[in-house]
């Protein structure tokens, strides 16, 4: 078991580590699976499927409607107008949608949503917990986060809107390590999961031995 936890941290950080490069190669339009094309998520997209009560933004159980909405608002060809060629990707991807067993749908949404948020800033706070600071309250946190970043790399929002939100919270991190003194950063989410589940691993051996 160890040595499977083992391999998932490092093929974990070896995809966090090649993800935080994707949101800034040229080829950081397009986001390709085996079966669909998808656009990094944007903060602008993460908007539009918000607005649309979307089970994937917020929460709930996802039904087909939810992940056909998802996939088709993150698909290179999208666009907020009806035209014959829209139709016609949105029959392709209906198409793929029903050539595919849901569970592959779920997991490549997922895997799309979970590697877009991954850069999220979670700070360390001085009792060693951890909280979210993208969230700046009494506005939504997403605005927070495109005006952090606008502000200081002196960007106009509703350009910063269009970016992905990986690039997004990377730049967060970096401005703040750069600008506020003792800030601490807590490892990806992902990362410290994994990392918790070793270490539960090694005490329940530990205990087992005695």
Known sequence: MIDELQKDLQDATARIAENRLLAWSSGAEVTYSDKIDLRPLTAKAWVDLKLVSNAFVVGGKPYDQDVLEYIWRNHPGYTSEKTAESEKIKRKIGYTFGKLEAKELLDLVYKHINDAFAEMPVSVNAKGG????????????????????????GQNPIHVLGWPLNRIFQLQKAMRIATIPDYKLAEPTLIRTIKQEILTELNNGAESRT
């Open 130 to 153: 951890f909280s979210r600071s993208n969230t700046i309250q009494p506005i939504e946190g997403m605005v927070g986060a495109i005006d952090e970043v606008a502000a200081r790399y």
